[in-house]
């Protein structure tokens, strides 16, 4: 970690150090080391600092991502993210946006240099030679503005960040402890899904934002939560797609056993049916799992078109090298892998060779406006291994907060909802994003990602603009109705109508 953030410790069980930008220096200390310096002085010369500093404390904003344990690896880049994105709102910085669509997301192809024309009886003329690359519809390369404020409506953003450690108990005692004790105004949290509904409940009984800043399996209806992660209409569906196009419709899913590689693999079970493709083998994996012998001899067997894995944590992806040195060459799709847990930076070539992936962040995107985030980034934490998906989310989510802190004018957790649920979308680095009023999630730019032999990345499709549709088509809508529950792709009546009769 660079020089750019402060180490302040906090005193208590459980609680690790928090570190926080160091330029969000909240107006209570600065009157304390007004004080140290001359307490006289600082009494007679400056009580108007002191009267602003009793109204306006700052904004209370609790951050539970895990720094040790299994899913250390995604949850520093989570919380890295966040710290960013802090700083910069503290320091005056806002992502532009607003209620307007998109400002144009970038999508680079090939075009030709006249119009190609159609006719029936010769060969259609394709309008002269390709060019290498150019621009169809332009982003705007500077999507970071000034807001015009230091900080939230005259607020600094003050951050607590105890680590859960990768432990469900950890997760639920510390979030009673930002909620009842620490007082925050909103709190983000959780990598596994496991995490996610340890703590949700807590969430909706205390009436308090939270905020999920993950790739998920969908399905999550709640009025106080909101998920800035892609979902299966986002990933799952767009990757099968193009898997059972390319490589066959016969398909093996390797998938981590709790709740979201079940429902993961649920959802690759329901749209089988619809893309013509078979699900011929299905395993799901503890994740104190390392050792993958007996499964990668199953697939062996199995033999399949290719592989959907929903592995995850830093014992399931011990699979890939183990699998390559088995001679196991089988295609790969996946929703998380290399995006979230960078494997194809971890492990040698070509353990990840032939991996596909459907994100809505990786740090290879090659565009000008993800280049100066990836600079920015770096800037603050020069050592970080790579740039994922999660560490997007956390980052997009804490700026959608703050924007949405202003457009309510107050940090009263009702007021902050209906500016959330107002049509709220930002330009984030990977690209336009809208918070659906209806589901509380986001639409997002989808790009699919391919991994080859040398482990180098290539973007071979992406979707400028997918809606959250799903839990929308089940009657969703959390304006109308405040509900609490999470739905499950085997309660659809739609894929139960469109599965195939065994």
């Known amino acids: 970690m660079s020089a750019n953030v402060s180490v302040t410790t906090e005193q208590g069980a459980g609680m690790s150090p928090v570190r926080t930008p160091k330029d969000a220096l909240s107006r209570r200390e600065f009157v304390k080391a007004t004080a140290v310096a001359g307490a006289a002085t600082a009494i007679s010369s400056f009580p108007y600092i002191q009267a602003k500093a009793a109204e306006t404390p700052s904004i209370k904003f609790g951050l ?190 390797l998938a981590a056993d709790y709740n979201f590689g079940q429902l993961s693999a649920a959802w690759t079970r329901a749209m089988a049916p619809l893309l013509n493709a078979t699900v011929i083998g299905e395993e799901f994996i503890p994740l104190s799992v390392s050792q993958f012998a007996s499964s990668i001899a199953r697939i062996q067997q199995a033999k399949p078109d290719w592989l959907m894995m929903y592995i995850t944590g830093q014992n399931h992806s011990n699979y890939y090298p183990q699998a390559n040195a088995a001679g196991l060459k089988i295609p790969m799709g996946s929703s998380i892998n290399i995006a979230q847990g960078y494997e194809h930076r971890r492990f040698q070539p070509p353990s990840l060779d032939r991996f596909h992936v459907t994100a809505s962040y990786m740090e290879e995107i090659p565009t000008p406006r993800n280049r100066k985030f990836v600079q920015r980034w770096r800037a603050m934490f020069s050592d970080e291994p790579y740039m994922a998906m999660e560490g997007h989310s956390a980052y997009v989510a804490t700026h959608l907060y703050a924007k949405a802190v202003r457009l309510a004018g107050t940090t009263q957790k009702e007021a902050v909802i209906e500016a959330l649920e107002s049509g709220i979308g930002v330009e984030a680095p990977a690209g336009w994003v809208f918070m659906d009023p209806a589901t509380h999630h986001l639409s997002q730019y989808i ?56």
């Open 64 to 253: 539970l991502e895990d720094r040790s344990g299994n899913f250390a690896i995604f949850g520093l880049n989570k919380w890295h993210g966040t710290q960013l994105a802090i700083k910069e709102i503290n320091d005056g910085w806002t992502l532009d946006g607003g209620v307007q669509g998109p400002g144009g997301p970038g999508a680079f192809a090939k075009t030709a240099a006249k119009p190609p024309t159609a006719n029936i009886k010769e060969v259609v003329d394709r309008g002269g030679d390709e060019t290498v690359d150019a621009t169809v519809w332009k982003e705007g390369d500077e999507y970071l503005v000034q807001s015009g404020e230091k900080g939230v409506l005259g607020r600094s953003i003050e951050l607590i960040s105890p680590d859960p450690q990768s432990d469900n108990t950890q997760f639920q005692a510390l979030s009673r402890r930002l909620i009842l004790e620490d007082k925050v105004d909103v709190i983000m949290a959780g990598f596994a899904s496991a995490e996610r509904e340890a703590i949700r409940p807590i969430m909706y009984q205390n009436k308090m934002l939270y905020f999920y800043n993950n790739q998920y399996e969908g399905g999550v209806a709640d009025k106080y939560t909101f998920c800035t992660g892609a979902i299966p209409e986002q990933q799952i569906v767009p990757v099968m797609q193009y898997m059972i196009k390319n490589f066959g419709p016969k398909i093996y899913t």
């Open 447 to 502: 790009r699919l990602a391919r991994c080859d032999e040398k482990h180098n990345i290539q973007f071979v499709t992406e979707w400028p603009y997918i809606e959250p549709w799903w839990t929308r088509r089940l009657g969703v809508n959390l304006v109308r109705k405040s509900e609490s529950k999470q739905y499950i792709p085997d309660e659809d009546p739609f894929f139960k109508k469109f599965a195939k009769k065994t």
